[in-house]
């Protein structure tokens, strides 16, 4: 990622949070209410509201490469997710994943549909946590370092992580990665596998990173919600990812699937997806 790039991702507001660090992501730990309305311009739509529930929906027809390139990057930038690539600089086994490319069989694959739109059938899609209503990654844990929070947002207590990786075997679509390896380290000793040369990676200060054996996943940008942003990939893909609050019909995500129809991954399984897929 070229400097300039990064740049406009922070002046656009990605990591912009200066040292909050994890205390925001645990419920009630910090009184948002000071926070809300200093970044956003609608603080009212994007305030964590009691009995709320947070959703995504994401526009398949939409969705090109360069959105899912600026998505992937942005929540890459702004949660220090760090990136692992084998001999042939393709993603390695231990790369950690918050939101990344799919194709679209594979997304989706009790949906049988030889009919669908080409432009959905044959592109990939991006996928992340769920943050399923009915969530079986927070049934096994038993630590409660995974929890689902009163607005639905299915969260992580990185200090109360024992590392058993329950979640990442009870998850039924792959959304949790385990660190092998320090992340901290990878940061500045990941070796570039064509050059030999250390790949450095910049951190972004605001977030707290992670340690080796712990389990990490898409928080839905809990940090940034509490001071009234958008998630950081919807941020960086206008027009093509939705967020808002599903309890609330006059929300940016229930406008988008009160107009298209939309499919979930595996809905038989009875999780209850919050992403929403347009197609
Ligand atoms: S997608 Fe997986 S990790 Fe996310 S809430 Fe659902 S079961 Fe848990
Ligand atoms: S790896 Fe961590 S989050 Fe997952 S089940 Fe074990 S303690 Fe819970
Ligand atoms: S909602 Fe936030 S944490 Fe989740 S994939 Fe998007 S940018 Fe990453």
């Known amino acids: 990622m070229s400097w300039d790039r990064r740049k406009f991702l922070k002046a656009a507001g990605v990591g912009a949070l200066a040292g909050m660090g994890w205390q925001l992501l645990r419920p009630g730990a910090l009184d948002a209410a000071e926070l809300i309305g200093k970044y956003s311009p609608n603080p009212s739509q994007l305030a964590v509201k009691p009995g709320g529930n947070w959703g995504m929906a994401i526009d398949l027809t939409k969705l090109d490469d360069a959105a899912r390139q600026a998505a992937a990057e942005a929540c890459n930038i702004e ?17 950690i ?24 059938l044959h592109n990939k899609v991006l996928v992340l946590c769920n943050h399923c209503q009915n969530p079986p990654c927070v049934r096994v844990c038993p630590t409660q370092a995974t929890f689902k929070r009163e607005d639905g947002i299915v969260m992580m207590d990185m200090h109360r992580c024992i590392g058993c990786r329950f979640c990442m075997a009870a998850c039924p679509y792959g959304s949790r990665s385990f660190n092998f390896k320090d992340p901290r380290a990878a940061y500045f000793n990941e070796k570039d596998p064509k050059t030999g040369q250390p ?3 910049e951190v972004t200060s605001e977030y707290p990173t992670r340690t080796k054996g712990v389990v990490e996943k898409c928080t839905f940008c809990a940090e940034r919600l509490a001071v009234g942003l958008q998630p950081a990939c919807v941020a960086a893909a206008p027009g093509v990812m939705f967020f808002g609050d599903m309890s609330d019909a006059g929300s940016p995500v229930r406008a988008q699937l009160n107009k298209r129809f939309s499919i979930r991954r595996k809905p038989n399984l009875g999780t209850e997806p919050q992403v929403f897929y347009l197609i």
């Open 79 to 95: 949660h220090n997710v760090p990136h692992y690539v084998d001999a042939e600089g393709k993603a390695s086994k231990q790369d």
């Open 97 to 120: 994943k918050w939101i990344w490319e799919a194709e679209f069989d594979q997304a989706f694959v009790e949906t049988e549909n030889p009919y669908a739109p080409s432009a959905v």
């Open 199 to 201: 790949r450095l990676q």
